[in-house]
């Protein structure tokens, strides 16, 4: 009995929401299918299996965070086929020739009833990852009429890209830039452990540099005012060139 567990997508992820299953118990799965989408600071991301098997239990439910290395499903082995193993070849194949299974299937294909059964059938296989199915649903795309470039002709968050809809986002584009400010929270907060610091504190008199912003910003709208932050960005501009040392990094 095998573990499927939660993966490390980035160097700096420590923990992960599952989306979506795409597999329930009993399922059997391959090395290289997507069974689940995990979100992560950096946005929703498939998750690959690397063993064959089937889902004997899936461990975790949908909208849940864990930790990178916990427990989601567990995956046992195929079970082998128990036919092979049939010491009576006579018997086997008396009932294989006794059961009309394809019987009841052919009067069906006859009758008017058989391309209805067959096209929700064809539907229902569309295999359509949930971060594409959720783009496309942003942009208004019809996912019929992708072509998947994915594993069985699943379509992926980059067919949807593709695809030329453009849409105006809304609850989702909220949604994203709270992502983006996580990962950027994540990367300064990593920058500040990791990388080594240096601290200098002078007093330097701002009354002339505010007399002259102020002069700038008279005749200015307010919504183009220049803000303190601009001269502080030009100093430490005329500073790295002047003093390259400072223009460095570890």
């Known amino acids: 009995m095998a573990e499927f567990r939660m993966p490390s997508l980035g160097s700096d992820m420590e923990a992960g929401t599952l989306v979506e299953w795409q597999i329930k118990p009993g399922d059997a799965v391959h090395r290289g299918q997507i069974v689940a989408v995990v979100e992560t600071v ?95 649903a942003e942009r208004g795309i019809d996912l019929a009429d992708l072509r998947g470039s994915g594993p069985d002709g699943a379509i992926t968050l980059a067919d949807v890209e593709g695809a030329a809809a453009p849409a105006p986002r809304t609850v989702a584009g909220a949604r994203d830039l709270a992502a983006m400010r996580q990962a950027i929270a994540a990367a300064m907060a990593h920058a500040k452990r990791e990388i080594p610091h240096y601290y200098l504190a002078m007093p330097v008199d701002m009354a002339p540099a505010l007399a002259w912003l102020a002069q700038r910003n008279a005749d200015r709208p307010p919504d183009e005012r220049l803000l303190l932050g601009v001269l502080l960005v030009k100093a430490v501009a005329k500073a790295t060139a002047r003093f390259a040392e400072f223009n460095g990094f570890y």
């Open 42 to 136: 950096k946005g929703a991301i498939d998750v690959e299996i690397f063993e064959d098997g089937v889902v004997d239990e899936l461990l975790v439910v949908p909208g849940a965070e864990v930790p990178v290395g916990t427990a989601l499903a567990r995956i046992r082995s195929a079970q082998p086929r128990a036919a092979p193993e049939s010491p009576e070849p006579s018997t086997s194949p008396a009932p294989i020739a006794a059961t009309p299974a394809a019987a009841p299937s052919e009067p069906a294909v006859a009758g008017g009833v058989a391309p209805a059964a067959l096209a929700p059938a064809r539907g229902d296989r569309l295999k359509v990852s949930p971060a594409a199915r959720r783009r496309a």
